[in-house]
């Protein structure tokens, strides 16, 4: 089982790096491609994760597979190899990038809708649940619902906003029953 702990102190440190250089906007790119390209290549997961590869041919796939990343980035990820913390570079990139979400003011949203969401209502929604929260903006995903009858609603971490037409109903039945 990972230790979370381990994920957030990796993070954290990459994180100070980056704005002790004022390089943040950087590495938060490149995180996020590190991010999808462990994530989207099977291939690249299963080299990671094969005992049967050494730890040269490790660093030598990474070297040649992120070159044009920092020597931060590479380095982070040079070291996870050495210290066969390899499973663990998914949950340093999402807590990086969740601390540079912190320090932007931004929040995740998860929206769950009848139909996708256009971009206008998209920053209408970001603007109006983001304010309620006490953050700047909200980066949104969106969820489509077929079984809504109509309206949204909103996740914000532990926190939801029910807007839904089903929503909507059964408060009014509990506000004629109570």
């Given at each position: 089982m990972m230790d979370i702990g381990v994920s957030k102190r990796y993070a954290l440190a990459l994180f100070q790096i980056a704005k002790e250089n004022g390089n943040?906007?950087?590495?938060?790119?490149?995180?996020?491609?590190?991010?999808?390209?462990?994530?989207?290549?099977?291939?690249?997961?299963?080299?990671?994760?094969?005992?049967?590869?050494?730890?040269?041919?490790?660093?030598?796939?990474?070297?040649?597979?992120?070159?044009?990343?920092?020597?931060?980035?590479?380095?982070?990820?040079?070291l996870l190899i050495d210290r066969h913390r390899e499973d663990y570079i998914l949950g340093i990139c999402d807590h990086f990038l969740q601390l540079i979400n912190e320090e932007k003011g931004i929040a995740d949203a998860i929206v769950y809708s009848v139909r996708p969401l256009t971009n206008e209502e998209r920053?209408?929604?970001?603007?109006?649940?983001?304010?309620?929260?006490?953050?700047?903006?909200?980066?949104?995903?969106?969820?489509?619902?077929?079984?809504?009858?109509?309206?949204?609603?909103?996740?914000?971490?532990?926190?939801?906003?029910?807007?839904?037409?089903?929503?909507?109903?059964?408060r009014l039945q509990r506000q004629l029953l109570g």
């Open positions: 943040v906007d950087q590495l938060e790119e490149e995180v996020r491609v590190v991010k999808a390209l462990v994530t989207d290549s099977t291939e690249l997961h299963q080299v990671l994760k094969s005992p049967n590869i050494s730890l040269e041919q490790k660093k030598e796939i990474i070297r040649e597979g992120f070159a044009s990343a920092s020597s931060h980035v590479q380095n982070l990820l040079m920053t209408e929604i970001s603007a109006s649940f983001a304010a309620k929260v006490g953050k700047v903006s909200l980066n949104i995903e969106n969820i489509v619902d077929s079984n809504l009858l109509g309206g949204i609603i909103v996740r914000i971490g532990n926190q939801i906003f029910d807007g839904s037409l089903q929503g909507k109903l059964n």
